[in-house]
């Protein structure tokens, strides 16, 4: 028989309370009783962005909600910064490039970020740039970056802040208002306890809508203007949402606000210090002193084969984890702690992982981790 506990960044478990609201029959979407649970959730995830702008939802995964951002506040040619902090800083200078957008790429060393005071030498020193895109946490090396600095400097220098906060939002604070973020996009899998398929992209204030307004790249199935005027006419989408999908948002966000964001983000910051104390006192390394509060890196041992350790506690301990990408395969094992995670979940992974070393020879005493994980929840 087969149990297993999904803890990868991303699909994130899912609570019964959620999928089961989204096994109801199906609604059409242009009913007044669909629209009544559409406005809902639209409303509530302004409150999980922080904003007094807009949120769209849409049918897509994160990539979309990023490429919706892209193509809407950008004109070909235009210059923009890219922080590169990993495959998703990169996937934002990609989609740039696919529409003949100049790419400013601040590439970083894996388990790195782009402190504020760079972002404050680049702007200075590069003339024209348009927009800065940046990872709030980066899921190939689960570093965050500090939004509020990074706002304050790039408004400052006049340019759009777009953040894909696909990995963070509902597990992380965001404060899109206060931190002058003009787009951000997000998506369901993550930290919002849903299944794939939507996204989402928070829309702020004048210099955003301008950037719109002013935008030459060909779209259409993403244009925000279409998705503004549904919204501003008929409180809908232009095209068919997947109404049982928002329908377990719905349901989320109703858990969420139960619960408080201000008590999920300190769930998370549990969750991340149990962790990272268990891998600790088995004489592990944290991957990058940057982490983020809903992922945890740590570096394989020394010798140790790094793939082995990841399908151990994924194929014989059945917590599936995720292992490095590109030249990380192998180095580093992902641990994510989104969403719908608590101690149970760590208690396991930190379980999962003393087997498998003790597997693969690392030297320590069985019980080290899960104990050092136990006393931060009783702290
Ligand atoms: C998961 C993720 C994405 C989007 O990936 P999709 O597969 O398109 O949903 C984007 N950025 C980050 C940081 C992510 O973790």
Aim: with cysteine; hydrophobic share 40%.
């Amino acid at each position: 028989m087969k149990k297993e506990v999904l803890l990868t960044p991303g699909p994130s478990q899912v609570p019964h309370r959620v999928a089961a609201a989204g096994a109801a029959p199906i609604m059409h979407h242009r009913t007044a009783e669909f629209g009544e649970i559409f406005a809902r959730a639209v409303a509530g995830m302004k409150k999980v962005y922080g904003t007094e702008g807009d949120v769209f939802i849409i049918a897509s995964s994160g990539s979309g909600a990023m490429e919706m951002a892209v193509v809407n506040a950008l004109s070909p040619g235009d210059r923009v910064v890219v922080g590169n902090t990993g495959k998703f800083g990169e996937r934002f200078a990609q989609l740039c490039r696919v529409y003949g957008v100049e790419v400013v790429e601040l590439v970083r060393e894996w388990g790195k970020i782009v402190t504020p005071e760079e972002m404050d030498e680049v702007l200075t020193k590069e003339k024209d740039i348009k927009a800065v895109f940046i990872t709030y946490s980066e899921t190939s090396t689960g570093i965050m970056h500090p939004l509020a600095e990074l706002g304050e400097v790039i408004d400052r220098h006049g340019a759009l802040f777009i953040v894909d906060a696909v990995s963070g939002l509902g597990g992380l604070e965001m404060k899109m208002d206060e931190w002058k973020v003009d787009m951000v996009a997000a998506g369901s899998q993550k930290a919002l306890m849903l299944p794939p398929g939507l996204s989402f992209l928070g829309v702020r204030g004048e210099k955003a809508w301008k950037a719109v307004e002013e935008s030459k790249i060909p779209k259409y199935y993403y244009d925000l203007k279409k998705y503004r005027k549904s919204m501003q006419k008929s409180g809908d989408t232009p095209f068919t949402i997947p109404v049982t999908l928002v329908i377990s948002l719905d349901e989320s966000l109703k858990m969420m606000f139960e619960e408080g964001l201000e008590s999920i983000y300190e769930r998370h910051k549990k969750m991340a210090a149990a962790t990272r104390a268990g891998v600790k006192a088995l004489g592990l390394k944290l991957f990058s002193e940057h982490l983020s509060y809903v992922e945890t890196v740590l570096e394989v041992p020394e010798g140790m084969d790094g793939k082995k350790l990841s399908s151990l506690i994924t194929n014989k301990y059945g917590c599936r984890v995720a292992g490095g990408q590109d030249a990380y395969k192998g180095k580093i094992v992902r641990i994510a702690h989104m969403g719908y995670v608590t101690h149970h979940d760590v208690l396991l992974a930190i379980s999962a992982l003393e087997m498998s070393l003790k597997e693969l020879g690392h030297d320590f005493e069985l019980g080290t981790g899960v104990r050092a994980a136990e006393e931060v929840f009783l702290s």
